[in-house]
């Protein structure tokens, strides 16, 4: 279930190279890239999954409510995390000129069936 | 004209709590929080400030272009987070259930001439 879930948010947005799922700790349950596109996805969602647990420990700190969704832009990239558990999170890779907000669609909209997948 | 700007960004945006103009190092060079608002903003742009030093090592490190954006959304704000130069960003912290595309615009809008003045 969850290959086929990240292959499908993956294809169907416009622009989607990658995605994953991933605990916080770095290790992912199930990931899809896109053949042939050059950036280090796996290398790109470890980085991240430290910067979200950064965040998500500052969110604790400053009580500004738990933690739902990161996105960062670069000049080439864009890069969707959203929050799925305590453990896990979901990160979308998509080329800068891709559909943002097709690929965040599509990263809620499975996210209640995912939870209950993973407890 | 940077607390005039910030000031403009925060009311130009619905649900818009506060701005800030700072430096990676979290020193400011003005802030504008509408007042009554309980969210120690000081301290949630220091705590963004360290954790955008590390999305851009990050972005750097894995060659995906220059970090331009990042936005944050927890269960009550919503942080829209945008470099500027080198040495500084913009932020902008809204209510969750404000308008992000518009806040996003404006942090955007006046980002050329910021820059000039800030060389």
């Known amino acids: 279930m969850f290959d086929q879930l990240i ?19 770095g290790i992912a349950i199930a990931d899809y890239f896109v ?5 280090d996805q796996q290398m790109v969602a470890i980085e991240y999954a430290n910067v979200l647990k950064e965040i998500r420990n500052a969110a604790t700190v400053l009580n500004t409510g738990d933690l739902e969704e990161v996105s960062i832009r670069t000049g080439r990239y864009c890069f969707i995390l959203r929050a799925v558990t305590e453990e896990y999170f979901l990160g979308l890779t998509l ?9 965040r669609y599509l990263l ?3 996210l209640e069936r995912l939870r209950e997948a993973l407890v």
Chains 1, 2 share one sequence.
């Not at 292959?7 to 700790?25: H, K």
């Not at 053949?35 to 950036?39: A, F, K, R, S, W």
């Not at 080329?95 to 690929?103: A, D, S, V, Y």
């Open 7 to 25: 292959r499908s948010i993956t294809e169907e947005t416009p622009g989607g190279i990658g995605a994953i799922l991933m605990g916080y700790d």
């Open 35 to 39: 053949p042939g596109e050059v950036l």
């Open 95 to 103: 080329l800068r000129e891709g559909n943002f907000g097709k690929g």
């Open 108 to 110: 809620r909209r499975d």
